[in-house]
């Protein structure tokens, strides 16, 4: 476009240069006007008008964004290994080796280990069978993921019929679990019911945990499965712990179509979380600290209100009720010695009296039964030591 201004000594021709995004490599530009007059004036402006000139002609000049590639995935993979794509162009960054798998054999290809790149084919005479592969792609701050469920169980579990006779022709199928973290994503209903199903565990990460199958250009997203599939997740370096005087546990929270279930460790592993799920939506990471001296607490404060901790010995009743009837069990086995020495026992009023105790503490709880054992053990203690020899000595007296 030439627009024609004029000023007190000179008519602009004026002709807009328009924008130009930057790309990767190449720099951009914002629009501007350029006089194009014969007399050669060149002059440079922000408006239509000529009225706002630009003197510094690198104002206008938008810099190279530069390659932004994604380091999640093997975007690239060719003879000359794989490589990381960039996220806004074709460009690949350096290409890296092929790790190469176990050799091929007459029906299974030699695979790179890393990418999945069909580095030999099959050796066998039958035509070329494709490939299940299983794969993990994470997205940024997202903490290292693994499937450690089969390649099998998955194709069985995962594929369909029509799927898996692709494969007998050739076609690759991914298995790709994608785990993105989810902190200022996860929706409001998502974190309530994550936060009213904690029961003590503390949030460390929000998730977003998906599986989709790819078969050529075709995606089929798979939001629940048949079977659970264990996936195991490193414990990020943050949310591990550092307090030697507490030990720390973790779980995971699944949220799918609102409903809420507490994941727990399958593994032994204090590095990793393992989880059995068939459902792919939302999750959490949440772990729970218990101090190490036994009191279960997480904290630092005591529960008897600040005081030391002591061992408790597993018996409820009081300690100072048991010296209490001790004590008075000795008076009253010296009150029976010293009082009236000339009525003794007979066997059949211990008996009467040690049933009429034991009924006595049958009735009442686990307080009665010491008293009730004290005062059996005063009795007999009574009974053979004195009362049963008065009674013998008084009846040979009374007989002679």
């Not at 904290?299 to 009720?321: I, M, Q, R």
């Not at 006595?360 to 039964?369: C, E």
């Amino acid at each position: 476009m030439t627009v024609t201004v004029k000023d007190k000594s000179h008519a602009h021709d004026l002709t807009l240069v328009a924008v130009k995004d930057a790309t990767c490599m190449e720099a951009g530009n914002k629009a501007y006007y350029i006089c194009d007059s014969d007399d050669g004036c060149g002059r440079w402006f922000s408006d239509a008008e000529g009225t706002q000139e630009i003197t510094a002609h690198d104002s206008v000049v938008i810099p190279a964004t530069g390659h932004s590639y994604d380091n999640s995935t093997w975007g690239y993979q060719g003879t000359d290994g794989h490589a990381h794509k960039c996220r806004k162009c074709d460009v690949h960054d350096t290409a890296r080796t092929h790790t190469p798998g176990a050799e091929a054999t007459a029906t299974t290809p030699q695979i790179c280990m890393e990418c999945g790149y069909i580095i030999a084919p099959a050796t066998g005479t039958d035509p070329v069978i494709g490939t299940v592969i299983p794969e993990v792609k994470l997205g940024e701050n997202a903490p290292v993921t693994n499937i450690s469920t089969p390649t099998d169980e998955l194709t069985n579990m995962l594929l369909t019929e029509d799927e898996r006779q692709q494969v007998q022709n050739g076609t690759n199928i991914r298995i790709v679990l994608e785990v993105q973290d989810a902190g200022t994503t996860v929706s409001d209903s998502d974190k309530n019911n994550i936060q009213q199903a904690l029961n003590g565990f503390t949030v460390g990460q929000y998730l977003n945990i998906n599986l989709y199958k790819l078969a050529g250009e075709k995606r089929t997203d798979i939001t629940e499965t048949e079977k659970e599939i264990r996936i195991v997740i490193t414990i990020p370096e943050g949310l591990k712990n550092t307090d030697s005087q507490k030990t720390r546990t973790y779980a995971v929270i699944r949220v799918h179509d609102g409903k809420t279930e507490l994941l727990t460790d399958m593994d032994s592993s204090a590095d990793t979380i393992a989880i059995d799920t068939d459902r792919f939506s939302a999750y959490a990471i949440v772990y729970k600290d218990t101090s190490n001296d036994g009191s279960g607490g997480s904290g630092n404060s005591n529960d008897n209100g600040g005081k030391d901790n002591k061992p408790e010995t597993g018996d409820a009743a009081p300690v100072e009720l048991y010296a209490t009837l001790a004590m008075i069990a000795g008076f009253s086995y010296l009150l029976l010695y010293f009082t009236n020495r000339r009525r003794g026992m007979t066997e059949e009023t211990k008996q009467e009296l040690v049933s009429r105790i034991v009924m006595w503490a049958k009735r009442g709880g686990k307080i009665r039964r010491m008293p009730a054992l004290i005062a059996v053990f005063v009795l007999l203690a009574y009974y053979h030591s004195i009362g049963k020899k008065l009674c013998v000595e008084w009846k040979e007296i009374y007989e002679d």
